[in-house]
C-alpha cells in the first residue's frame, strides 16, 4: 500500500520560515514527480511546487517562486519543501503528492498525503 507521510508543519508567526517533508514508501517511485498542494479554508486545492526524478523544478507563481524551495532526497523516497518569509495567506493544509505527470490539476496526481497545517498568524 503506498503511503506518503508529512511532517514538519505547525504555527509560525509572519516572516518565519518553515521546512516540510513528505515521506514516501509502499512501491518504487523512480521517474515519478513529487510535489505540493495546499488548501486553505474556504477555497480549492492549489498548486504550489513540483520536482521532477531529474530535480527539474516547476512552482504556481509569483507568490511562491522565491519563497518556497522544492527539493528530493530520491534515496530516501522524500520531498521538501522550504518555505521562508511565510505570509498568513500560506496558512492552509498542506498536500504531499506523487505522479507520473507535473500538473496543476489536482485530479490527475496518483498518490496523495493526508496532509498537514501550516498556520501564519499575523
Known amino acids: 500500500q503506498v503511503q506518503l507521510v508529512e511532517s514538519g508543519g505547525g504555527l509560525v508567526q509572519a516572516g518565519g520560515s518553515l521546512r516540510l517533508s513528505c515521506a514516501a514508501s509502499?512501491?518504487?517511485?523512480?521517474?515519478?514527480?513529487m510535489g505540493w498542494f495546499r488548501q486553505a479554508p474556504g477555497k480549492e486545492r492549489e498548486f504550489v511546487a513540483a520536482i521532477r526524478w531529474s530535480g527539474g523544478t516547476l512552482y504556481s507563481g509569483d507568490s511562491v517562486k522565491g519563497r518556497f524551495t522544492i527539493s528530493r532526497d530520491n534515496a530516501k523516497n522524500t520531498v521538501y519543501l522550504q518555505m521562508n518569509s511565510l505570509k498568513p495567506e500560506d496558512t492552509a493544509v498542506y498536500y504531499c503528492?506523487?505522479?507520473?505527470?507535473?500538473?496543476?490539476?489536482?485530479?490527475?496526481?496518483?498518490?496523495w498525503g493526508q496532509g498537514t497545517q501550516i498556520t501564519v498568524s499575523s
Open positions: 509502499g512501491r518504487t517511485f523512480t521517474g515519478y514527480i
Open positions: 503528492v506523487v505522479g507520473l505527470l507535473a500538473t496543476i490539476d489536482s485530479n490527475r496526481w496518483d498518490y
